[in-house]
């Protein structure tokens, strides 16, 4: 396989440039305060995830567990998540989202599906397919 050229690095720099400011998620209309990615991915996982520590996101997303528990200390603070100790252990924590997170998680997913809709719209349904099985092979890999 050839490396790729200076060229093409340019241009899909530029082209990802493109992408994020056109497909960024904002809440600037939101009359909430936004929300860091962090956050937002902490938040989401939780969603999926009811009663999970924080142990189990940082190992997910690939952080340290420090800096998880910063992401919930603000999430809690915001009233976003519910800390509940676990019977029998009471260091271990289980996280879930409180009735407002999961309302704010529920409208992030709704975003998140409004900008893939908008992206898949662009392309010939025959591109579709193949741009996502493109994106998904990036995104997995594993070096």
Excluded: W
């Excluded at 010939?124 to 890999?141: G, L, N, Q």
């Amino acid at each position: 396989m050839t490396k790729p050229t200076a060229d093409q690095i340019a241009s899909l720099g530029a082209a990802f440039q493109a992408f994020v400011r056109r497909y960024k998620l904002a809440d600037a209309g939101s009359a909430e305060k936004p929300l860091n990615e962090l956050d937002v991915q902490t938040l989401l996982y939780v969603a999926q995830h009811p009663n999970c520590g924080p142990t189990d996101i940082a190992r997910y997303l690939g952080l340290a567990t420090t800096t998880i528990s910063s992401a919930t200390d603000r999430l809690a603070k915001r009233g976003l998540l519910e800390r509940h100790r676990i019977e029998g252990d009471r260091r271990a924590v289980a996280l879930r989202l409180s009735e407002e997170g999961a309302a704010r998680a529920a409208a992030q997913v709704d975003a998140y599906n409004a900008l893939n809709l908008a992206m898949l719209e662009r392309l010939a349904p025959t591109e579709r397919d193949s741009f996502i099985r493109m994106v998904t092979k990036i995104a997995y890999h594993e070096d």
